[in-house]
């Protein structure tokens, strides 16, 4: 039997168990928080506090609501007016809220690992909301979540991840989970946007949209992260657009029954046309939105039950 989970800190390394009874746990959730009907007493008396180094607009609020759904007391910790701007490092930052016995403790930071570092100083049980480049954990479960609810599965699936690899968390997460749940995961990119050790993690790359997307289940697009460059890495917007943007022609090489996904946020024109992103029949990108609630309910709920301080 896989160990119960502790922290969320990266889906690399977790059991296809453990992802498997987060989706379904998650999949309860959907009905529940359409119905209104979440139960709100799970979490009562948990405290959870939001620490979010970098900008959010998803992520935050879904982790606001799962919490407040789950009837946890939630705190969205606004590090622009802490004291980190007084020079309180990240470890002070952190075990100063752990001495207010915080349960859960929902942290995204620009450096890639300072989730993990956290996770080993204080006794809440730490989820990373995204760090650096490293992983998205609870995007890539959302992901899967959306792909299961709409083709039944992730076992034998294609899926075309496309665009800004290089610089995309959410890609490695994706790609962890979905080679875990037996998906053949494609990325697709310009040789300057794909990361160099993409084939040693079990992905096939193409450098051009036709070939990448021939026959796919589910096209993921990727947002353009400049403020993640230090110098440019494509020509301009309409040239990446041009050959990298998915667009109506382009769509046509994947599956008829394709899903188009996208994390958010979107920049429309560059990595994404607005016809396909809000095609109703093969955009899925706002009920990824959804599944997001569902998803961080389950992680919570998960781990405030197996967490330290239960
Ligand atoms: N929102 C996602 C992230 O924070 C994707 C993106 O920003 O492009 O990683
Ligand atoms: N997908 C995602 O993480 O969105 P935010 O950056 O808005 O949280």
Redesign the pocket.
């Known amino acids: 039997m896989a160990p119960p989970l502790k922290h969320l800190l990266a889906i690399e390394g977790m059991y296809p168990p453990q992802i498997g009874a987060l989706l379904d746990l998650a999949e309860s959730f959907v009905l529940l928080n359409r119905t209104g009907t979440a139960p709100r007493n799970r979490l009562r008396g948990r405290t959870l506090i939001n620490l979010f180094f970098e ?6 609020t879904s982790f606001e609501l799962a919490g407040k759904r789950l009837g946890a007391d939630v705190i969205n910790m606004s590090v622009a007016t802490s004291s980190v701007n007084k020079g309180e490092t990240l470890l002070d930052t952190a075990s100063t809220l752990n001495a207010m016995n915080c349960d859960l403790l929902v942290i995204r930071h620009a450096a890639s690992g300072a989730p993990a570092l956290l996770a080993r100083k204080v006794e809440a049980a730490v989820i990373n909301a ?1 760090d650096g480049t490293h992983e ?1 954990p609870t ?1 890539a479960l959302l992901d899967a979540l959306t792909i299961r609810r709409h083709l039944g599965g992730l076992q034998g699936l294609t899926v075309a991840i496309c665009g800004d690899v290089l610089h995309s968390r ?1 890609a490695r997460s994706n790609i962890f989970l979905l080679s875990a749940m037996g998906s053949q995961v494609r990325v697709v990119g310009p040789p300057t946007l794909i990361p160099p050790e993409a084939e040693r993690l079990g992905v096939k790359v193409f450098h051009d949209m036709a070939s990448g997307l021939a026959g796919v289940d589910v096209v993921m697009m990727l947002r353009l992260q400049q403020e993640r460059m230090a110098r440019s890495l494509v020509p301009s917007a309409r040239e990446y657009f041009r050959f990298w943007g998915l667009d109506e022609a382009k769509l046509k090489h994947a599956a008829p029954h394709a899903l188009v996904m996208h ?3 979107m920049n429309r024109g560059v990595e994404i046309a607005s016809s396909v992103a809000d095609d109703p029949v093969r955009s899925v990108i706002r009920e990824q939105v959804e599944m997001g609630v569902a998803v961080r309910m389950a992680v919570l709920e998960t781990l405030a039950r197996s967490g330290t301080n239960s």
Do not use: A, E, L, N
């Open positions: 900008d959010s607009t998803r992520t935050r995204g998205h995007q959410v994390p958010g946020p």
